[in-house]
């Protein structure tokens, strides 16, 4: 079992080393973009003007050799943080990124001192 | 401690409730005002009759007023009488800029109904729609003479608004 | 006369649960068995609720418009499978359908528990009765489904056509025997408090009850995504959206419930973790019924929504949490856990830390715009990118301890070799953070993602090789945590494998990508009974295989209400999903089409569907020895 996972894990990374491209995909964008004007879509998922426009302007951004993160910085700047699915870090947000993880470094230790001191 | 943490615990929850309640009383509407107070971006944007381009240069030393419209959306056609009102005003240039449009269309359109613009330019793909921020035609922009977006009109002018920007630009 | 009839009903309702508390308040204080009149009351309450429902069905079939509920929500021209549906796909009739769960809840678990003390019965009883009435107070104060409308309108408004749908009329009935069944443990954890009853056979009155909500839960969410998958056109199944949301955060909760429950039926520890589960699971649910129904959220689901109901929900959702935490707070008593961190206690508790984990990246992704709009005035959107990159590192490790949680015994486990294991754990989760720091690609998660889920998979399997030769194995366990290792698999293959092309295409053009050709070939206008259909033929061709298949999307315009809506065409097989939608673009003679290639579509259902088998499974051993 133990020979199939190193295997696998093989596989895998040697499938990567390969694959790491740095070009940016803009269907990756449109998904992470709020169609302000539709019902919860994302532009990716939708045709109305709004989310046509969006699409070519990524593609200029994209052509003019713009990183994703500045495409969403872009838009937001235009937009507001609304237009982007993924919130920024800063410090609005930073209990929404940090939360979760103390929480879980706080469950791990309250199980632990449910545990015997020493076996 | 147990005491402390059962206050922090009420308190937590007392909070989480009461910004429920809050938000239970605004406009969940959304409108991108974020653009508001902030310096009009730069653009190159071609004249309806594609003969010169206008600039950043063209609306400098006056109050203007961009507006975006089409002749396939209905409700420009609500709000083209308040812009023609507000063509009589002085200080005030109103910067037309058609939107993802049919030239034969427009120019109908701008006969039927009257031609309120100063400057007229056309934006085919919609691409410097997304410069100023805009998701849905018609909408506006008043920007002042030190070229700053002082207010942003989503969806067709009506009266107040057209008594706003009287009082603005006075 | 169906409204009249249905407003007397419902005062009818609200009279037998006065009642019920108020016979059961008295019985409280006279020694003896249960007086016969409260089972009674109880069974004739759960009747007349039903009663109540089928009068608001009758209305809906023979479109009785002086109704507003059913103007609002059908049309006469509507098939008759989608008017009864429509009963319970608006607001009003959905919260008859509630207060129906919630009575037979409460009947239910007074007859099946007879063998628990008289008092937590009827506390159970009472405090279930309470959340009835303050549900018929909102169902008669703001909702009334059987609230008229004058002059009588001649013609329904019609449902919203992506609303018609066989999995969408399945959905809501399964979604709320999952949350508002949790109603019932609720109940009984408060009474279970008041009344002190704290032993191990407490577990025993409600863990079957615990079982039921989350199956039907689990169905619900499956079928509500198999509904996003093919209606609402993007190819995804699942889009953390609110509303998606709102039906997860219980679920994590009752996952986390079932577990612990067995640890405190074996071996009487977690009593408080066990009552607050079973508080926060009913709490959850009534949350989740708010930010979906206030409108206080934005969401792809619509749901007419309105501020007084939402303050309403809110008056009722505080109630609940403070009367939980005041009574919490005055039984509490501090518990000493010795754990040997070998035993299945502790892995349990691992369950439990990770659902936790889940429940408030969840529940915060959740409302956090809430606060920021609040606080600060400034809208922000949370996503599948947020959600991703919090939750799925964290689901590697997760499946890890799930694949070794099993193996290990109660109290003390013998097999010392489990250190090596969290040796490896230690060293992949290290590796894996490591991984992700320096190659910061999401993809490659994934790969983590499957290695885990294989592993999990590999183990169990192992499991059940083991267990075989002892003659003792645990069927409903190893179908549960096998098919979820399957679940999490299949799901990264599919997000590794997926492939989506997007063009805008004249009629008879061919557009060429990878090994595929897709061409326009022919566009039908065809009219139906409600609606009319533009209808695309597209031809999709492997270029290596030469397979042809011939896909046909549509574009519908519905009159009652006038809508546009799109078809996505899916080819199904066992492999792989084709999936094509096509939508017009306003003012040109292109049509835009998105094609998407979906690995494996058809097991992630599967998979969801054998983790239910699982737990009905549980279900049945368990009403078998008791």
């Not at chain 1, 994703?68 to 209990?95: A, C, H, R």
């Not at chain 2, 997304?130 to 009266?159: A, C, H, R, T, W």
């Not at chain 3, 418009?65 to 796909?89: C, D, E, M, R």
Request: with cysteine.
């Amino acid at each position: 079992m133990k020979l199939n996972l190193l295997l696998l894990l093989f596989i895998f990374f040697s499938k990567f080393s390969f694959a790491a491209e740095n070009t940016v995909d803009p269907n990756l964008i449109h998904k992470n973009l709020r169609c302000l004007v539709c019902q919860g879509q994302s532009i990716s998922d939708s045709n109305s003007d709004f989310a046509q426009t969006i699409k070519l302007v990524v593609k200029d951004l994209i052509d003019e050799g713009k990183s994703e993160d500045e495409i969403y910085e872009f838009m937001s700047d235009k937009y507001g943080d609304w237009i982007v699915f993924k919130p920024q870090f800063n410090t609005q947000n930073s209990l929404l990124w940090i939360l979760p993880y103390i929480a879980l470094i706080f469950g791990g230790f309250f199980i632990f001192s449910f545990l015997k001191k020493r076996q | 401690m147990q005491k402390i943490i059962k206050i922090i615990i009420s308190f937590i929850f007392l909070f989480v409730i009461s910004i429920f309640y809050i938000s239970l009383t605004r406009d969940t509407n959304y409108n991108t005002s974020s653009l508001i107070n902030k310096e009009t971006p730069e653009f190159k944007i071609i004249s309806f009759n594609d003969s010169n381009y206008y600039t950043r240069d063209d609306i400098k030393n006056n109050y203007t007023l961009i507006n975006f419209w089409a002749s396939w959306c209905a409700p420009c056609r609500i709000e083209h009488p308040i812009l023609m009102k507000l063509s009589q005003t002085k200080n005030l240039v109103i910067l037309g800029i058609n939107f993802k449009d049919k030239e034969p269309q427009a120019k109908t359109f701008l006969s039927e109904l009257g031609n309120p613009y100063d400057l007229l330019a056309k934006d085919k793909n919609g691409k410097h729609s997304v410069k100023f921020g805009i998701y849905g035609i018609p909408e506006s922009i008043l920007i002042n003479k030190e070229l700053m977006i002082i207010q942003k009109f989503v969806g067709p002018l009506s009266d107040d608004d057209y008594n706003n920007i009287i009082k603005i630009i006075e | 006369m169906l409204s009249n009839l249905g407003n007397i009903l419902l005062f009818l309702n609200v009279i037998l649960s006065l009642s019920i508390i108020y016979t059961a308040n008295r019985n409280l204080k006279i020694s003896g068995g249960i007086d016969k009149n409260i089972f009674q009351l109880s069974l004739i309450q759960s009747t007349s609720i039903i009663i109540c429902f089928f009068v608001l069905v009758a209305a809906f079939i023979v479109s009785d418009f002086s109704l507003i509920a059913v103007y609002q929500n059908s049309h006469s021209l509507k098939p008759l499978f989608y008017k009864i549906a429509g009963t319970w796909g608006n607001h009003e009739g959905s919260l008859l359908l509630w207060a129906i769960i919630l009575a037979i809840f409460s009947f239910l678990f007074l007859v099946y528990n007879k063998d628990h003390p008289k008092k937590f019965r009827l506390l159970t009883l009472i405090i279930q009765n309470i959340l009835i009435l303050g549900f018929l107070f909102f169902i008669l104060f703001n909702s009334n489904p059987f609230s008229k409308i004058s002059p009588i309108p001649s013609e329904g408004l019609g449902l919203n056509p992506i609303l018609q749908d066989p999995a969408l009329a399945i959905h809501p009935p399964l979604l709320y025997v999952g949350f508002v069944g949790a109603s019932i443990y609720f109940s009984a954890a408060i009474a279970s408090l008041i009344s002190n009853y704290s032993e191990r056979s407490f577990s025993l009155s409600i863990k079957n009850w615990v079982l039921i909500s989350w199956c039907f839960q689990t169905l619900g969410i499956l079928v509500g995504s198999i509904w996003a998958y093919y209606e609402l056109g993007w190819g995804g199944f699942w889009f953390w959206d609110p509303v998606e949301n709102a039906s997860l955060l219980p679920w994590f909760a009752m996952t986390a419930l079932f577990h612990s429950l067995i640890v405190f039926e074996k071996r009487n520890l977690f009593y408080f973790w066990v009552i607050i589960l079973c508080l926060i699971t009913f709490t959850l649910s009534v949350t989740g019924t708010f930010l979906v129904r206030s409108g206080i959220l934005n969401s792809v689901h619509t749901f007419a929504s309105d501020p007084t109901r939402g303050i309403y929900i809110l008056i009722f959702l505080s109630l609940m949490i403070f009367g939980s935490i005041f009574l919490l707070f005055q039984k509490y008593k501090k518990e000493n856990y010795d754990l040997n961190r070998n035993s299945k206690e502790t892995f349990i508790l691992v369950n439990n830390w990770f659902m936790m984990f889940y429940l408030i990246t969840v529940l915060l992704g959740t409302i956090y715009p809430i606060f920021t709009d609040a606080l600060t005035d400034n809208k922000i959107s949370v996503g599948p990118p947020f959600y991703n990159a919090i939750i799925f590192p964290v689901v590697v490790v997760f499946l890890l301890f799930m694949a070794l949680g099993p193996k290990t015994k109660w109290i003390k486990n013998k097999f010392e070799n489990i250190r090596i294991y969290f040796l490896i754990l230690a060293g992949a989760t290290s590796l894996n953070l490591a991984i992700i720091f320096f190659f910061k690609s999401y993809s490659l998660l994934s790969n983590f993602i499957i290695i885990s889920a294989l592993f999990l998979i590999i183990s169990s399997l192992m499991d059940i090789a083991k267990a075989f030769k002892k003659n003792k194995i645990d069927f409903a366990r190893i179908i549960s945590h096998t098919s979820f290792g399957f679940l999490v698999l299949f799901i990264g293959l599919n997000s590794i494998f997926s492939l989506e092309k997007d063009y805008n295409i004249k009629l008879g053009e061919t557009k060429k990508f990878e090994n595929y050709s897709i061409q326009l070939k022919n566009l039908d206008l065809k009219n139906y009974k409600n609606y009319q259909a533009i209808i695309g033929k597209l031809e999709i061709k492997n270029l290596n295989s030469n397979q042809i298949n011939i896909l046909n999307p549509e574009i519908r315009i519905y009159n009652k209400p006038k809508t546009l809506t799109y078809e996505a065409a899916i080819k199904t097989s066992l492999i792989k999903d084709y999936y094509l939608t096509m939508s017009n673009i306003d003012r040109s003679d292109y049509y835009n089409i998105k094609f998407q290639k979906k690995p494996l579509m058809a097991w992630i259902w599967i998979s969801v569907i054998m983790i239910v088998v699982g737990g009905l499974i549980r279900l049945f051993s368990n009403a078998k020895n008791n």
